[in-house]
C-alpha cells in the first residue's frame, strides 16, 4: 500500500510542476502577445506620474511666491513690485487684498471696483453688503438665520418662522434653520 501511495504522491506532484510550467508558458505567450501595449502603459503610466509631480511643484512654487508677496504688501503696502506679482500669480488674493485695504479705509470707489470686477462670489457678497447693506448671497441668509435666532431668544417663534423663511431653500443654511425651527433655539 505504501508503494501505491507514494506514486501517487509523486503523481500528484508532477501535476502541480505541469501546470505551473503550462501557467508560465501561458504568461509567456500573452506578454509576447500584448509586449507593446503593455510597455506604452506603463510609459503612459510614467509619463503621467512625472507631469503631475512637475504640475505640483509649479503650483507649490507659485503659491510660495503669492504667500511672500502678500507677507510683503502686509508690511509695506506701497510696495508695487510685491503687488504685481500677486496679481500675476494669484488673482483671487490680490482681490482679497483689494478689497481689504478697500474695506479698512472705508473707500466707496475701490469698493465698487472691487465689486465689477471678477472675484470670488463670497467676497462680492461681502462686499455688496458693505456698500448697501444688503446683500443676496450668502451674506444675507445669515444675517436673516441671525435675526430668526434673536427672535427665537426673544420667545417669538411666530416672527422668526417668518424671518427664516426669507432664506433660499438652495441655501446651505436650511440645516441650521430646520434644526433651529425644530427646537425653538434652545
Request: glycine residues 4%; aromatic residues 8%; negative net charge.
Amino acid at each position: 500500500m505504501a508503494l501505491k501511495e507514494n506514486l501517487d504522491a509523486i503523481k500528484q506532484g508532477l501535476s502541480t510542476e505541469e501546470q505551473f510550467l503550462e501557467g508560465m508558458i501561458k504568461g509567456e505567450r500573452f506578454f509576447k502577445k500584448y509586449k507593446w501595449l503593455l510597455v506604452c502603459v506603463v510609459a503612459i503610466a510614467i509619463v503621467l506620474g512625472m507631469g503631475y509631480a512637475i504640475m505640483d511643484t509649479f503650483k507649490t512654487k507659485q503659491l510660495l511666491t503669492s504667500n511672500e508677496a502678500y507677507r510683503v504688501l502686509l508690511q509695506n503696502p506701497n510696495d508695487t513690485a510685491a503687488l504685481e506679482t500677486l496679481k500675476k500669480t494669484s488673482p483671487a488674493l490680490y482681490h482679497t487684498y483689494e478689497a481689504k485695504l478697500a474695506l479698512n479705509s472705508n473707500d466707496q470707489v475701490a469698493l465698487e471696483a472691487v465689486l465689477a470686477s471678477d472675484v470670488d462670489v463670497l467676497l462680492r457678497d461681502l462686499v455688496s453688503y458693505q456698500l448697501h447693506e444688503t446683500s443676496e448671497g450668502l451674506l444675507s441668509n445669515l444675517a436673516a438665520l441671525q435675526r430668526g435666532y434673536f427672535l427665537l431668544k426673544e420667545g417669538k417663534p411666530e416672527a422668526a418662522k417668518v424671518e427664516f423663511s426669507t432664506i433660499s431653500m438652495s441655501s446651505p443654511l436650511q440645516n441650521v434653520v430646520k434644526n433651529l425651527e425644530h427646537f425653538q433655539g434652545e
